[in-house]
Each structure stands twice: as structure tokens, then as C-alpha cells.
């Protein structure tokens, strides 16, 4: 029987991005090969990179002055790669320290120059998002976590940047209605609300590029990845197949405003049961709670066996929370149905 999949990431897909999936492995577009062993230069696969590049703008609304790219190295190699291409040589970057994600992005950033951290809710356990209302532009540009992963904090208005605006969106990527055209830079590991691991999606707005004045390695350098669509070297084949299935999976459902609907009634259906529930509590302050991952605890240590027990009798996964916070997570990502988050409810009030 299938799990009801709350894990925080890789995570849950839909079930027919799986299956498509499956028969790519076996037999993509009826070629009598698998898209594991075709070239990534063959028209299909250039087909699927060029559909995967044009559908993030559609569902973002953003005109040619953005870029797509599908990178590997994961959401932490862009730590390095922000930096690397929008921080002048004796320039100074402004951050955001609103939870651990966060906090390995200054830290690349440090290696290459100055970083001011111009808020930072580490003292008080990233319990809440640090309130910024504009940046100065005295910074080559603003760095922030759009969704803290591990603390389940989210924030819900972005300050004013006099200056380049750069977010790791990693956990509520394709989850909810923003003016994307507010960045510019926007990445996203794609194991958390796009597709499988193996894959980060960039977007980049092209004018931004070649500023930096550093010498870049290859790989790290934006302006190669879209000299060369997205194509400087093998790209992540599979991963990018299957995140395009789920990117078409969300168009086909009415895209991103349609998942925000889904994924606000979801969110309220389980906070709601916190709040009502004694025997459970937020981590975070209620005014900055995400929509994607829902960090609680249990109040009551002698009832936790019991928690547990039942919620793994009913077929969950994944609720276990983050090994820095303890206590509980559950991911709500665009892909689980509203269906499995009552079935933990449900758990929640047997007890
Ligand atoms: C998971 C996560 C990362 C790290 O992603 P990798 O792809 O594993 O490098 C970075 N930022 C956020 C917000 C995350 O949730």
C-alpha cells in the first residue's frame, strides 16, 4: 500500500510523474531506448530541456529577461555560485541568518568577501523570520531563504531591495503566488517541491551576469550555463525529465494558484489541530508559519510511544523531525494530498 509521504525531502511526487517515470527508464518516446542511455544531445532530450526551461517561465509568469537552468551540485553548490557571480571583488553582500540553510549560505559567502548579516533569528532557535523592511544599496545584492526547511518558518513579505534580490527557494518552490519578477536570481534544490534529487533549478535574469569582476571557474560561471542552454555539460538527463513531469503534472492542475489554494487548506487542517490539541505545539511563532513544512512537538514525552506507534500504523512516513530540532516534521509539499494530512490528524486526536 502506498505511504502517505511527509518526508521533508526527497519527497513526494505525483503518483503519475512516477509511472511516466518508470516507462521513460524502459522505453522513452517509443525510441526502443531508455532515457538513461540516449545522448543528452539527441533531439529528445533537447526537446525535454527546452519544454523544462519554457514551462518554469509560464508557471512563473516571467518574460526573456529570465534564464532557466538545470544545474548539479545541488541547492549548496549555488551557495559558492551566488557569490561567485554577483559579489565584486572588494564588494559587500547582504543575508538573511533565519535558519541553518541560511546559515551555510553566508558562510560560502564569507570565503569570498565581506556579508553583513543584516538580521538573524539564531538566538532565539530560528523560531521566527528576522523583520527587514528594505536593503540598502550599498550591497552588490540580498541574499534570503524563502522557506526554512528544518524550522518550518516562511517568509510571507520580502523586503524592499535597493539592490539585486537573490532567494534559495528550495522548499516552497512552485507552492504559492509571488511576483517572481521581484528576483533576480531564484534557486531551488528540486528534491524538495519539483522532482527527484540530482537536479537545482536557476533562474536568472540575464542582465545581472558578468558584473562580478572574479575570475570563475567554468562550471560556476551562470553566463556558461546560458551560453550553452543549460547544456555545458551532460546535465542531471533523468532528474530533469522527471521534474518536467511534475512541472506539467502542476500546469495541467491549474499551476501555481491552484497548488497555493491546495496547499493553504492543507496547512490549515493541521495547524488547526495544533492549536486545538493540547498535546502539540509549534516550534515556530504563529505569524511566520510555512505552508510547506509544519515543525511541532509533543507536550507530553509520555504519550510520544503511543504517537508514534499509531501514526506508523496508519501508514505515514517521513514525520520524524529534522536530527537539529527534534520532535516532529510534517512536509506538505505540492504533490501530498489533503487526504493524507487528515489521516494524521486524525492519529493526532486518537491520542
Ligand atoms: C535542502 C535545502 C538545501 C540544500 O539542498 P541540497 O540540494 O541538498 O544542497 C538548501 N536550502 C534549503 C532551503 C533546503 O531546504
Known sequence: MKKHNFSAGPCILP????????????????????????????????????????????????????????????????????????????????????????????????????????????????????????????YDYFHCTSNNTIYGTQIKDFPKANTLMVSDMSSDIFSRMIDYSKFDLIYAGAQKNMGPAGTTLVVVKKEILGKSGRVIPSYLDYAQHVAKESMFNTPPVFAVYASLLTLQWLENNGGIAAA???????????????DRNPLFECFCVPEDRSLMNVSFKITDESKKEAFDNAWKAAGINGLNGHRSLGGYRASLYNAL???????LVDVMKSI
Open 15 to 138: 503518483q503519475e510523474v512516477f509511472q511516466k517515470s518508470a516507462e521513460a527508464i524502459l522505453d522513452f518516446n517509443g525510441m526502443g531506448l531508455s532515457i538513461l542511455e540516449i545522448s543528452h544531445r539527441s533531439k529528445d532530450f533537447i526537446a525535454v530541456m527546452d519544454e523544462a526551461r519554457a514551462i518554469v517561465k509560464r508557471l512563473m509568469n516571467l518574460n526573456d529577461d529570465y534564464e532557466v537552468l538545470f544545474l548539479g551540485g545541488g541547492a549548496s553548490l549555488q551557495f559558492a555560485m551566488v557569490p561567485f557571480n554577483l559579489m565584486k571583488e572588494n564588494g559587500k553582500a547582504a543575508y538573511l541568518d533565519s535558519g541553518n540553510w541560511a546559515a551555510n549560505a553566508i558562510k560560502e559567502a564569507k570565503k569570498l568577501g565581506a556579508v553583513d548579516v543584516i538580521g538573524s533569528s539564531k538566538e532565539e532557535n530560528y523560531s521566527f523570520i528576522p523583520k527587514i523592511e528594505e536593503v540598502g544599496a550599498e
Open 337 to 343: 494530498p489533503i487526504e493524507s494530512v487528515q489521516v
Open 260 to 274: 497555493e489554494e491546495r496547499n493553504i487548506a492543507k496547512a490549515k487542517l493541521l495547524y488547526d489541530e495544533i
